[in-house]
């Protein structure tokens, strides 16, 4: 089964900026649909972007369009959240998670990875103060 560990999470002022890493192991998925969610204390887990195999597509949450970046290396085995201009909104555990695909599968949103994930990770939290 794939296995997933978060780690680079921290605290950090208001305007700064941490990159989340997941690294990814027993991954034997010709495709997939990966991605990043989080949840604070008393809110609903919230989906932040994916990406799918290959980053043929990336879907981010409209409260972090433009400040934050789903990305991955192949080479090794992980997957990455860089978060700039952070706000204390952000705070919350980040989970990393994800889901392999059929081949002709190319469904990869948030929604759609929020229903569908089967693997995820123990969580990493980002504390970010005003």
Not at 64 to 69: I, L
């Given at each position: 089964?794939?296995?997933?560990?978060?780690?680079?999470?921290?605290?950090?002022?208001?305007?700064?900026?941490?990159?989340?890493?997941?690294a990814v192991s027993r991954n034997n998925y010709s495709n997939y649909c990966m991605g990043w969610f989080r949840q604070a204390p008393g809110k609903e887990r919230e989906g932040v972007a994916v990406i799918r195999r290959g980053g043929f597509?990336?879907?981010y949450a409209d409260s972090?369009?433009?400040?934050?970046?789903i990305s991955q290396d192949n080479s090794k085995n992980t997957l990455y959240l860089q978060m700039l201009s952070l706000k204390p909104e952000d705070t919350a555990m980040y989970y990393c998670a994800a889901v392999g695909l059929p081949p002709w599968d190319t469904l990869c949103t948030i929604p759609a990875l929020g229903v569908r994930a089967k693997y995820w990770g123990q969580g990493t939290q980002v504390t970010v103060s005003a």
């Open positions: 089964q794939m296995q997933l560990v978060e780690s680079g999470g921290g605290s950090v002022q208001a305007g700064g900026s941490l990159m989340l890493s997941c597509s990336t879907y972090v369009k433009g400040r934050f970046t």
